[in-house]
């Protein structure tokens, strides 16, 4: 990873996301930011890509309907540029709003689709299925 760039997560989803592949990714796109992004689930922030593109047009948060053709939702782990930093105008920037739409706006984010496993730890709901998957040995996260 070239220096300066640097990777950071929400820590609230448990993914099987090869972090090393993500770097390379962002390493051949050239933009300042970049994310892995997992099949689109309603209610999270969603955004389209076309069969063959990483480019991100437009990214829109928790979008109404019944879901988009080639939608995926942002999988919480991301690569970026220090120069991402600027899409940052104050302490109360939310991170998803601005700096993500600009980015997608100027042709600077892109996304690494990922077609493994990615689960939300949002509810009670999730923490269940999560912790079932590690009783029952399952848990296609956990490499040690």
């Known amino acids: ?11 609230d989803g448990v993914s099987d996301v090869d972090i090393t592949a993500s770097i390379a990714f962002h390493k051949e796109t050239k933009g300042v930011g970049y994310f892995d ?6 209610s999270f922030w969603n955004f389209t890509l076309g069969e063959e593109s990483s480019k991100i047009d437009t990214f829109k948060e928790k979008p109404k309907g019944d879901g988009v053709e080639n939608a995926w ?15 940052i105008s104050e302490d109360q920037t939310i ?15 892109s996304a690494f689709k990922h077609y493994g496993f990615w689960q939300a730890m949002d509810t009670l709901r999730d923490k269940q299925v999560l912790e079932s998957l590690c009783s029952e ?3 296609p996260w956990k490499i040690w």
């Open 73 to 87: 939702i942002n999988g919480g782990f991301f690569v970026v540029e220090p120069e991402a930093l600027r899409y």
């Open 137 to 139: 040995g399952k848990a």
């Open 1 to 11: 990873m070239k220096e300066g760039t640097f990777c950071l997560t929400y820590g």
């Open 95 to 109: 991170w998803e709003k601005e700096p993500l739409e600009q980015m997608a706006e100027n042709g600077q984010l």
């Open 37 to 42: 992004c997992s099949a689109a689930i309603r």
